[in-house]
């Protein structure tokens, strides 16, 4: 439930996966996060859906996953962009 909030920093290699029981529209927001992130949402297929890049910390605004997903997955921000992961 925690997620990745109150951290002050992530090592690069690190991140936070999310596996929910059924697959649904899943929504995060950054309260209380201190770091950027890139959120990865992904469906029951492991495709990814939708990526929120370089989010805003402390920011209370939704992030929608934009469709059914199962997992999501928490990474530095940039990390996407540096690995060549897209939607």
């Known amino acids: ?3 990745l ?8 290699n690190r ?3 999310f596996i929910f029981l059924q697959a649904e529209e899943h929504s995060f927001w950054m309260k209380n996060t201190f ?6 949402f992904a469906d ?5 859906i939708k990526i929120h ?4 910390p402390h920011s209370t605004k939704s992030l ?3 469709g059914p997903t199962l ?3 928490e990474v530095n921000a940039g990390y996407t962009d540096k690995y060549g992961i897209n939607e």
């Open 64 to 66: 929608p996953s934009g």
């Open 53 to 56: 890049k370089h989010t805003t």
């Open 71 to 73: 997992y999501v997955v």
């Open 15 to 17: 991140g936070m996966i």
């Open 1 to 3: 439930m925690q997620g």
């Open 44 to 48: 029951a297929n492991k495709k990814i």
């Open 5 to 12: 909030m109150y951290r002050k920093s992530m090592d690069e």
């Open 35 to 40: 770091i950027s992130l890139d959120i990865i």
